[in-house]
């Protein structure tokens, strides 16, 4: 039997991919329908490139279909968070040691990920090194074969 993966979301991850899913459902799908309607009056089906990039596309729409329905089933929510160590859903200010470098990261699930928005997942380098510490603690961070250290400054 398959174990069943669990996917860490913070309330407004798992909204957004709500809202994602009901576009798809509601607006690309129909969107979709009606450009199939509009190529296939094109006349013959065999050489109509319109056509088959608006059944392409069906595809792509209907995959990420499901992909969200299974994510939002599978889905663990984070909504109470134990501020006083690191955890999924906190906001925590480090040092980087050697650079006297002060950065904030919202540490959510790797579906969240997005490091341009300094949201950093709990499985990525740092966020590993930091789950579970508190304030106060420096860890060592070990990434792409070399490490350095990180003081946690604050975790909100």
Known sequence: MKKVEEILLTASGYAELEEELNDLR???R???VQAIKEARSHGDLSENS???A???EQAKI???IQ???YKLEHA???DKIDKSKVNVGCEVTILYVDDKEEEKYYIVGSLEADPFANKISNESPIGAAIIGKKVGDVVSVNANGSSYDVKI???A
């Open 153 to 155: 400054l604050a975790i």
């Open 26 to 28: 509601v607006n690309k």
């Open 67 to 69: 992909e969200l329905e």
């Open 54 to 56: 608006a059944r392409d």
């Open 50 to 52: 319109e056509y088959d």
């Open 76 to 78: 663990k929510i984070i």
């Open 30 to 32: 129909a969107e979709n």
């Open 62 to 64: 209907e995959a990420r």
